[in-house]
Structures are given as structure tokens and as C-alpha cells.
């Protein structure tokens, strides 16, 4: 192979303003860690472009790992050369006969930075076209639709030859944005919502509730193996696990059975608030899209939001179901998702729970009984994980972290 690097397109990050270096520098740390695998490869970013140097690691390998990395609009593998005009042609050539395949049309794509090069735009389309058809018998031009676009990007410091764009992950890099707290069920719905969440460069923490002996082991290991596919997008992944039986007991004997549904929702967005104070997030994340289930009517979010003014994030509340599967299936969530293990909210769910819940109803059942120490009993019974991609150690994470 010739490419000798990685020429990386920010997408949205370009448009940051003031605050573009801090992004583009987040951007930079990411690509860095995520290529831990290839010691030699170094990452270098500029003001319009990221490169990646791949001082002799494999390209191809190297850029399936860039696919995944949010902030990243697209990206070529490219090879630079002098700015000297018969360094780049034969650079062009064999670049060119590399992804060649007989039959095949071209175009040259030529941008001139350094106006000071000897030919313009024009003069290096030719001077590169020609070339390359007098050394490939048969190749033909396509200017509207050509298989291959090899694109010639003549700077001061020389000249990148590229010969195809590869569709980056898009989104803003991970941890340019604050941190949220997202309730994590083992559904099929609230993983979607943490990936697009931190597709938007948030930094996301789980929260799971549980409630054993009513659900198994087996079902808070479902959880575990989600946050560890998010931890793949992120590197790593911390998961609050907050035990809930005593909570939900204490609910169905205070609260009649039509509002224990909506009572026990208000419960939990109260203690992943109090976990989302303890670790210093800004807003919390839920998988609920609108009308889709009786706790997710307008009803319900009214009568369930209220106990909090932190922001509540819902990025799937206009989707269809099938939308979000869709999704579930890419980021490879939804055979996890669809293991038949109970979840707290299954177990408890009553027959008929109500779809327009008052709020002064429940505020009056919530208010003959306090809640509160129990609240923070759960809190400070809450454990937490650290999760680390690909490997299934989990570490018990000390308080004193904290
Ligand atoms: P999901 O597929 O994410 O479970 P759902 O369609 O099953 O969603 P609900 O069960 O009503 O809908 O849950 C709505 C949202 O409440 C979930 O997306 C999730 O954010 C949160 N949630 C539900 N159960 C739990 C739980 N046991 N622990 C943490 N969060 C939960
Ligand atoms: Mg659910």
C-alpha cells in the first residue's frame, strides 16, 4: 500500500466557533486512544483536517476503527508527496492502479491551497488526467459519475493524493458535550437512546434499577453486557445498579394499584436525579417515545417529569418502534435487548395501570407516606460498575473515586 495516512473530515465540529480547538482536541484524544492497538500510528490535527500518520500500521485496519468514532464527517486514506510536479504524478499512478479495476471511470478532484504551486486547478486535472490515461489502456473519464474520484489537495507543506471517501460515524466527538445520566432498562429502547446521546457527544452514565429476588441475576447481567456494547462506542462505561425492591414493596402498599405504575416512575427519576447530583451530571436520559406504553402518554410524562427541573433527555420521544429497532440492530443492542429476562417494571406492572394519571392524585397517595429516607437508602445502597469493552471484567468502583 502506498497511503502513508488517514486525511480526517470534521463534520459539525467545523462550525464550533470559538470553542472549535477544544473540540477538535477531544476529537484528537479519542482517535488516539481508540488506535491503542497501533502503537506506531500518530494523530496530528490542524485547523480544517485531522491526520492520521500511519508510520507503517496497516491503513485499512486502522480506518475500520476511525468508522466508529463520532466527530468524524469522513475520512481517505491518503499519501502525501513534495509539492514537486512529477513526484505527484507518479504518486497519482500508483495510488491510481491500487483501487483501479479494469473498466473502471475516473475523474481528478484538484484543490490548490498554495496558490504559489506552478499549475492551477485546471493545469493539474490535465496534468494528472493525461498522465494516467497514457499509462492505463482502456481507462476512461467520468466527470459526473466516475467510479473513482482521485482527489489532489496541493498545500505548502506538499500534496495529499486520496482516492476515496469513506462515510465517517458523523455526530460530535464523545465527551465534548456534559455529562447525563441514563436509566437503563434491559429493553430495546433505552441503549438507542444512550448511543445517540453520546453520539451527540455527551459523556453518559447508566443507571439500572433492580429489584431481586424478584428479577434474576440473569437479568441484571443483561444490563451489564448493554453497557458494555455502549462501552465500545465510548471506551468505557459506568453503571449505577440501585437495588429497588424495598422501594417498589413500600409502593404497592401505600399506592392504589392504578397509580403504583406511575408512582414508582417518579420514584426512580427522584433517585437517578439524586445519583446524577452525586456525579456531577447535568441532565438524565430516558428511552421513552410518546404513546408507546401507558407510562409514556402525555399524561404520564406530566404527571412522572414533575418531581424534577433537570432537563429530561428523550431521544427517541417521535420515534416508531420499528425505527429504533432498526437502530438496535445496528449498534448491535437488540439481540441482547430481547432476551426474555424480567424486568423490575414487568414484574410489578399492574393489570390495568392508568394512561391519564392526575398529578394531584398522585402527589396525594405519595404524600401519606415518606418515601424519602427510603430514597436515599437506595442511593447509598447503590453500586457501581466500571465496564470495560470486549473483556468481562468488571470493577467494583471505590467510593473514594468519587
Ligand atoms: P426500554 O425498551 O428502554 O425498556 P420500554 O419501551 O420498555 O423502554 P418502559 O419500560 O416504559 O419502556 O421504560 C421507559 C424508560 O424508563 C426506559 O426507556 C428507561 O429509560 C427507563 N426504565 C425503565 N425501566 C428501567 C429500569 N429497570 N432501570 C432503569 N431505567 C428504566
Ligand atoms: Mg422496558
Redesign the pocket.
Known amino acids: 500500500m502506498i497511503y502513508d495516512r488517514i486525511l480526517i473530515r470534521y463534520g459539525e465540529i467545523s462550525t464550533k466557533g470559538k470553542n472549535r480547538n477544544k473540540f477538535i482536541d477531544r476529537l484528537r484524544k479519542n482517535i488516539q486512544k481508540s488506535l491503542a492497538d497501533f502503537p506506531k500510528a500518530s494523530v496530528k490535527a490542524d485547523r480544517d483536517r485531522m491526520f492520521v500518520l500511519l508510520n507503517g500500521e496497516d491503513g485499512i485496519r486502522v480506518a475500520d476503527c476511525l468508522k466508529k468514532i463520532f466527530g468524524i464527517q469522513s475520512f481517505s486514506l491518503a499519501v502525501k508527496t513534495e509539492q514537486d510536479k512529477e513526484k505527484m504524478k507518479d504518486a497519482a499512478l500508483v495510488l491510481f492502479q491500487q483501487v483501479y479495476k479494469e473498466g473502471n471511470t475516473f475523474k481528478i478532484s484538484a484543490r490548490r491551497a498554495d496558490k504559489t504551486f506552478e499549475l492551477d486547478t485546471n493545469g493539474i486535472n490535465h496534468e494528472l488526467g493525461g498522465h494516467l490515461l497514457r499509462n492505463i489502456p482502456g481507462l476512461v473519464v467520468d466527470v459526473r459519475n466516475p467510479d473513482i474520484n482521485l482527489q489532489a489537495e496541493v498545500r505548502k507543506e506538499g500534496i495529499y493524493l486520496s482516492a476515496e471517501n469513506i462515510v465517517g460515524a458523523g455526530g460530535m466527538p464523545a465527551g465534548s458535550g456534559g455529562k447525563a445520566m441514563?436509566?437503563?432498562?434491559?429493553?430495546?429502547?433505552?441503549?438507542?437512546?444512550g448511543h445517540l446521546s453520546m453520539k451527540r457527544g455527551l459523556e453518559v452514565e447508566?443507571?439500572?434499577?433492580?429489584?431481586p429476588p424478584f428479577?434474576s441475576e440473569r437479568a441484571r447481567q443483561k444490563?451489564i453486557d448493554l453497557s458494555e456494547k455502549l462501552a465500545e462506542v465510548s471506551g468505557q462505561f459506568v453503571l449505577h445498579i440501585?437495588p429497588?425492591t424495598e422501594v417498589q414493596q413500600m409502593i404497592h402498599k401505600q399506592v392504589p394499584e392504578n397509580y403504583t405504575m406511575t408512582s414508582t416512575?417518579r420514584i426512580?427519576l427522584q433517585i437517578?436525579d439524586e445519583l446524577r447530583k452525586k456525579n456531577g451530571g447535568l441532565a438524565i436520559?430516558?428511552?421513552?417515545?410518546v404513546g408507546?406504553?401507558?407510562?409514556?402518554t402525555l399524561e404520564s410524562m406530566y404527571a412522572i417529569n414533575e418531581v424534577t427541573s433537570t432537563p429530561v433527555l428523550r431521544p427517541?420521544v417521535m420515534m416508531d418502534?420499528s425505527e429504533?429497532m432498526e437502530i438496535a440492530q445496528q449498534i448491535e443492542t437488540h439481540d441482547i435487548?430481547i432476551r426474555p429476562y424480567e424486568?423490575?417494571?414487568?414484574v410489578f406492572v399492574p393489570a390495568s395501570p392508568k394512561t391519564k394519571p392526575k398529578l394531584e392524585k398522585v402527589q396525594r397517595f405519595e404524600s401519606f407516606f415518606d418515601f424519602e429516607p427510603l430514597i436515599q437508602k437506595a442511593v447509598e445502597e447503590t453500586e457501581t460498575i466500571l465496564i470495560k469493552p470486549g473483556r468481562n471484567t468488571l470493577d467494583v468502583i471505590d467510593e473514594d473515586l468519587f
Open positions: 441514563l436509566m437503563l432498562s434491559g429493553g430495546i429502547d433505552s441503549p438507542v437512546a447508566g443507571v439500572h434499577f433492580f429489584s428479577t444490563v440501585v429497588f416512575r426512580m437517578t436520559i430516558t428511552g421513552e417515545s408507546q406504553v401507558a407510562s409514556q427517541l418502534k429504533i435487548s424486568d423490575c417494571c414487568t
